[in-house]
């Protein structure tokens, strides 16, 4: 199974330029906004809230020795050493999201968070989404190359 986790952060008054400088950590950004933004080029309709959307330097992970758990565990730290960050620059939204890619006839089994890593994180009232991908076996065993090689794997 190939998991890509996200962390999106949500606020009303959220203007992510004013402190990206400061967030601690090895991350990508992938999307941010601030109210007031234009959602489209072409048009004036406009964000009425502040948002960013992190990843691991990595994007991906899989099912591999303890890759897997590091990759997990890297959301968990990044979240709790930003926090104070996030809320003080008025993040009002936590969302992890979880896009589950399965080779198809695969069985579907995972846990998001281990009961360590979701205890670290108990007071952080934070939404979980989760969406669950078939690929048929070429394109997943094209896609797993494809994260093994940035891992260092292959």
Known sequence: MIYKIILNIYGD???????IKDI????LISYKNSPGDKKFNN??????FGSIIFSHPKRFAFVHNSLLA??????IDFLLVN???FVKNNVEEFEFCFDMFKEEGE??????????????????????N???YTLKKEEYQ???NIIKLDWGIL
């Open 43 to 48: 048009r004036e309709e406009e964000f009425e």
């Open 83 to 85: 926090y104070e960050l």
């Open 130 to 132: 989760v969406s669950v």
């Open 107 to 128: 069985q579907c089994n995972f846990s998001i968070f281990n009961r360590t890593l979701l205890n670290k994180i108990n007071k952080v009232d934070i939404s979980y």
């Open 70 to 75: 590091e990759y997990k565990e890297w959301f």
């Open 142 to 144: 094209r896609r797993l």
């Open 13 to 19: 008054k959220l203007q992510p330029d004013n402190f």
């Open 24 to 27: 601690r950590g090895e991350y």
